[in-house]
């Protein structure tokens, strides 16, 4: 997998950012600390850094990343929905905080739709269905036809149940009136590994992380669930165009904030994060981890986690799915 140099990242980001338009003048007055609700290192870690280092310079006050980890992101959210809506604590996180603990817990200590207000869709993949090296069906329609013929004959890993790549097998399999059995690991890692050694069959990753895995030959890439083609993969086409519809899934990250947030304040610090992340250096740096950069407005982000909370809640629903633990 490509190895990427973090700290250079932020060095490039800050150097980029000269042109990033400047805060309000009543905002900020303090330091901002912007919470991050999973481990350091991750994805949405380094999307925190990479995009508050480039936003330093035009910003007024210090900008600071604290790590809040713990049962996929609902510690750190939790914190943030109870924070003041005042602008000096926002929250950077994944689909599994904002869309998927909604769908998946009863208990879940926040509602995003009632406690946050959405900045910005930071960034997303698709997710792409990828098989092991070995798989004797080559294109979708065989391995449909394979998994028609043998129902529960094929093993498909995952992250952990409830992630990401878990809800699209499963969605996989009520739009095409299949069924596989869910292997969840924990995490990426080590489901990538096993897929990749034959101990699993198929499996819904995001793109950007198996990329070169497929180019390697370690893994086959039959059709990535997206609303377009992969420039990386022209070649390989969606499920869509293979008549699978509704079957369009991105892992994304966002921005947000407590609910209640002062308008102006709101979108002051919305631009200031669409800013970042257009930025050549910040733009270039994503896009080479596989993102897509989306910076959309609030009402936009708003309405489209809403969407998504209702997606991942009919398919949690429908395949009668209940978190570990």
């Known amino acids: 997998m490509r190895i990427f140099d ?61 790590n809040k980890p713990g049962a996929n992101g609902a510690v750190g959210a939790a914190q943030v929905a109870r924070a003041r809506p005042d602008g000096y604590t926002i929250m950077q996180a994944s689909i599994g905080a904002y869309a998927i603990n909604p769908a998946l817990q009863d208990d879940l200590p926040y509602d995003p739709r009632k406690d946050l207000d959405m900045l910005t869709i930071a960034v997303r993949t698709p997710n792409a269905l990828v098989t092991r090296p070995t798989m004797e069906a080559a294109t979708l329609e065989e391995l449909i036809a394979k998994l028609k013929a043998e129902p529960d004959s094929m093993l498909f890993a995952s992250s952990g149940t409830g992630s990401s790549d878990h809800l699209t097998a499963e969605l996989f399999w009520q739009v095409t009136g299949t069924s596989g059995i869910h292997v969840p690991y924990k ?8 897929l990749m050694g034959g101990h699993a069959d198929a499996s819904f990753q995001n793109l950007g992380a ?45 921005f947000a904030a407590p609910k209640g947030l002062d308008p102006a304040n709101r979108q ?50 429908a395949g009668e799915i209940k978190p570990e633990g």
């Open 210 to 254: 198996i990329a070169n895995f497929v180019r390697d030959g370690k893994m086959k890439l039959l059709a990535i669930a997206a609303e377009e083609r992969s420039p990386e993969f022209p070649d390989v086409p969606t499920l869509k165009e293979l008549g699978i519809e509704g079957m369009e899934v991105y892992s994304w990250q966002a």
């Open 187 to 194: 995490g990426g890692g080590p489901a990538q590994t096993d």
């Open 6 to 66: 973090w700290a250079a990242i932020g060095c490039a980001a800050m150097l980029a950012a000269g042109t990033l338009p400047a805060a309000a003048q009543d905002f900020p007055a303090k330091p901002v600390t912007v919470v991050v609700p999973f481990s350091p290192g991750g994805a949405s870690d380094t999307i925190a850094r990479v995009v508050t280092n480039a936003m330093q310079p035009g910003f007024a006050q210090p900008l600071v990343v604290e």
């Open 268 to 317: 002051t610090l919305s631009d200031q994060i669409a800013a970042a992340l257009k930025t050549p250096a910040v733009s270039d740096q994503l896009k080479g981890m596989g993102f897509e950069i989306i910076a959309n407005t609030p009402a936009e982000a708003d309405a489209f986690v809403a969407a998504e909370i209702d997606r991942w809640t009919e398919v949690v629903k």
